[in-house]
């Protein structure tokens, strides 16, 4: 073989192989479907991470907020027991001095289920 030919072939292995280092080299460049799913898989994570998170403090908010409900619909028992002692004693002093108490305004409809009314 001639020097010319040897130059040939050599050219022509190493045209070969660089066009093999580009193929291999741009496959693996390449994003494979799997690591697609892996990025959405990703991002969609994080939305819920940061929605758990938001809803954690809105939950945080409303037991915040059913507390202090809680709060005031106890000091209003409080308040709805002493009045209703007071009435009482009242009552049955105006009773005992041999007078009766004056007639009571209607109860209105949407109390009517939190009094009982023995007075």
Known sequence: MSAETWTAVSSCV????SAGAAVWSGRA???TRRDHRR????VV?????KEIGRQAGRLDELEAAAE???QRLEGAGVAITYLID???GLTTWIRSSG???PAAAPIPER???FIHHDV
Not at 39 to 42: H, K, M, N, P
């Open 68 to 70: 202090v409900q809680e």
């Open 29 to 31: 460049a390449r994003r």
């Open 39 to 42: 990025d959405d898989f990703t």
């Open 86 to 88: 007071r009435v009482r």
């Open 99 to 101: 007078l009766e108490p």
């Open 111 to 113: 109390a009517r289920e």
């Open 14 to 17: 190493v045209g070969v192989a």
């Open 45 to 49: 994570t994080d939305a819920m991470r």
